[in-house]
C-alpha cells in the first residue's frame, strides 16, 4: 500500500509527519529518514485491526484484504 503524506519542519526543528488518508494518523522525527519510519510505524498501528469490536444488532464484522 502506497499513502501520500505530508512532511512539515516544525519550529523545534524536528520533521512532523501526517497522512492525510488517516486523520489523526501523525508522527515525528529528528531527520527525514527517521521520521519516515516513524511514519511506517503509526501507519501499522492505526491500521491495526481493533479486535474488541462488538456488532450492533443486525450487523457483523467481517475482514476485508486491502
Same mark, same amino acid.
Given at each position: 500500500?502506497?499513502?501520500?503524506?505530508?512532511?512539515? /519542519?516544525?519550529?523545534?526543528?524536528? +520533521?512532523?509527519?501526517?497522512?492525510?488518508? =488517516?486523520?489523526?494518523?501523525? $508522527? @515525528?522525527?529528528?531527520?527525514?529518514?527517521? *521520521? /519516515? @519510519?516513524?511514519?511506517?510505524? *503509526?501507519? $501499522?498501528? +492505526?491500521?491495526?485491526?481493533?479486535?474488541?469490536? =462488538?456488532?450492533?444488532?443486525?450487523?457483523?464484522?467481517?475482514?476485508?484484504?486491502?
Amino acid at each position: 500500500m502506497h499513502l501520500k503524506v505530508v512532511l512539515t /519542519k516544525g519550529e523545534d526543528g524536528w +520533521y512532523v509527519v501526517t497522512v492525510p488518508a =488517516l486523520p489523526g494518523c501523525i $508522527s @515525528q522525527g529528528r531527520t527525514i529518514n527517521e *521520521a /519516515k @519510519q516513524n511514519i511506517r510505524e *503509526a501507519v $501499522s498501528l +492505526y491500521l491495526e485491526p481493533d479486535e474488541d469490536i =462488538l456488532p450492533g444488532k443486525g450487523e457483523r464484522v467481517i475482514e476485508v484484504a486491502v
